[in-house]
């Protein structure tokens, strides 16, 4: 199982970028895809998960409202639209995914059985 993280660049605050996860190895409709961010010398932070059947998603507060995520299954892709960025979204964002997850546990790293190689998102102001 790979998955293929991309899509991160530097942006204006109040600007808007659009991450890829690309997976394979895995079957579409099978498994939750989520996005972790990360800022150096902290822990990782969940931003958002959909799950396996596509219909179900889950922000975190601090991006609800201005991000979004959409998934292609022809192309095995979940996509996170980041909208009305800020600098405090500035980050190392990861994409994950697992066959099996809890919704009481989406928040967790360790719910996530693969992971991607990470983007880099800065938002200057």
């Known amino acids: 199982v790979q998955l293929q993280a991309s899509g991160g660049g530097l942006v204006q605050a109040g600007g808007s970028l659009r991450l890829s996860c690309a997976v394979s190895?895995?079957?579409?409709?099978?498994?939750?895809t989520a996005w972790f961010r990360q800022i150096p010398g902290k822990e990782r932070e969940f931003v958002a998960v959909?799950?396996?059947?596509?219909?179900?998603?889950i922000f975190a507060d601090s991006v609800k409202g201005r991000f979004a995520l959409s998934r292609d299954s022809a192309k095995n892709t979940v996509y996170l639209q980041m909208n009305s960025l800020k600098p405090k979204d500035t980050a190392v964002y990861y994409c994950?995914?697992?066959?099996?997850?809890?919704?009481?546990?989406?928040?967790?790293?360790?719910?996530?059985?693969?992971w991607g190689q990470g983007t880099q998102v800065t938002v200057s102001s």
């Open positions: 994950a995914a697992s066959e099996r997850v809890i919704l009481s546990s989406v928040y967790r790293e360790s719910s996530y059985h693969y």
């Open positions: 190895g895995l079957s579409s409709r099978t498994y939750s």
């Open positions: 959909v799950f396996r059947s596509g219909s179900t998603t």
